[in-house]
């Protein structure tokens, strides 16, 4: 396994940055609303972006420097398991379609796991504790059917 930031170190940054949105900007910390910006300034033909855009930018080029100076392409199960040597070009598509697929299904369904866990539960929004008890919730049984079920 891969040396990983520590959940003690990363988790109180989330948390900070959080805050730090909220405080300073006003905004909710989120990806899919990063993923909407991004969207919204293509279609539109401009190039101004707002926070959110560059929230967006700022997970891409740390996704891309991760890959570069990190643990690069390992770790995604089947697909680094399947496509080993030379036709390991593979594995970058299948992740940024992955991403998007994942992108357009959240703004489908009005938000994703993290904008409501992070930001919807540090402003007490109803709707977010409910859908963030739901996706823990249901996390925890399907963990146990896989366990029972192995």
Not at 22 to 34: C, D, F, I, K
Not at 65 to 80: K, M, P, R
Request: aromatic share 10%.
């Amino acid at each position: 396994m891969h040396q990983q930031l520590a959940w003690y170190v990363g988790g109180p940054v989330v948390g900070l940055c959080v805050v730090a949105m909220r405080w300073l900007l006003n905004e909710r910390l989120g990806a899919t609303s990063a993923w909407s910006n991004a969207v919204e300034v293509m279609s539109s033909r401009s190039a101004r972006l707002d926070t959110r855009g560059w929230l967006l930018i700022g997970l891409l080029a740390g996704g891309v420097v991760f890959g570069i100076f990190g643990a690069g392409l390992d770790g995604y199960g089947w697909l680094t398991s399947t496509f080993t040597g030379g036709s390991r070009w593979v594995i970058v598509p299948v992740l940024l379609g992955a991403g998007a697929l994942i992108g357009f299904g959240a703004k489908t369904a009005g938000g994703c796991t993290s904008g409501n866990g992070l930001s919807g539960n540090a402003v007490l929004s109803p709707a977010s504790l409910v859908a963030t008890a739901t996706f823990f919730g249901t996390a925890i049984v399907v963990s146990f059917a896989i366990e029972a079920l192995t």
